[in-house]
C-alpha cells in the first residue's frame, strides 16, 4: 500500500557532496516524522537524521554540520544533503516514515530499500 523509495546515491570523492531522496507513495493520509538510517558492511544499522511532521530535526553526532534533513510534505519527499563527505560515510542509506493510511491515523513504520552511497579516499 505505501512504498518509500530512495536515490541520489553514488560514488563521490571524500569532501563532495550527495543529495539523497526518499519519496513516498501509496495510500497515504499522513506521514510522520521520518529517518535516515545508514548501515556500513559489518556494522549494524544506525540512526543518522530524522525530521518531524512539523519540520524539527535531530541529527547523530557524527554528521552534525556536514548533512541537513529537509522535507517537502507537498510531494511526500524528505531529502539528505550530504557535504563535506568522508570515507566513514560509506554504506546503504535507508529511510523509515511513520505513515497513516487513513483518517484513523494508525502510523505504521515503513522502510525503502536503500541506496548505496560510497565515499572514496
Known amino acids: 500500500q505505501v512504498q518509500l523509495v530512495e536515490s541520489g546515491g553514488g560514488l563521490v570523492q571524500a569532501g563532495g557532496s550527495l543529495r539523497l531522496s526518499c519519496a513516498a507513495s501509496?495510500?497515504?493520509?499522513?506521514?510522520?516524522?521520518i529517518g535516515w538510517y545508514r548501515q556500513a558492511p559489518g556494522k549494524q544499522r544506525e540512526l543518522v537524521a530524522t525530521?518531524?511532521?512539523?519540520?524539527?530535526?535531530n541529527y547523530d553526532d557524527s554528521v552534525k554540520g556536514r548533512f541537513t534533513v529537509s522535507r517537502d510534505n507537498a510531494k511526500n519527499t524528505v531529502y539528505l544533503e550530504m557535504n563535506s563527505l568522508e570515507p566513514e560515510d560509506t554504506a546503504v542509506y535507508y529511510c523509515?516514515?511513520?505513515?497513516?493510511?487513513?483518517?484513523?491515523?494508525?502510523?505504521?513504520?515503513?522502510w525503502g530499500q536503500g541506496t548505496q552511497v560510497t565515499v572514496s579516499s
Open positions: 525530521i518531524s511532521s512539523d519540520g524539527i530535526t
Open positions: 523509515n516514515a511513520g505513515v497513516a493510511t487513513s483518517s484513523l491515523r494508525a502510523y505504521r513504520n515503513y
Open positions: 501509496g495510500r497515504i493520509f499522513s506521514i510522520n516524522a
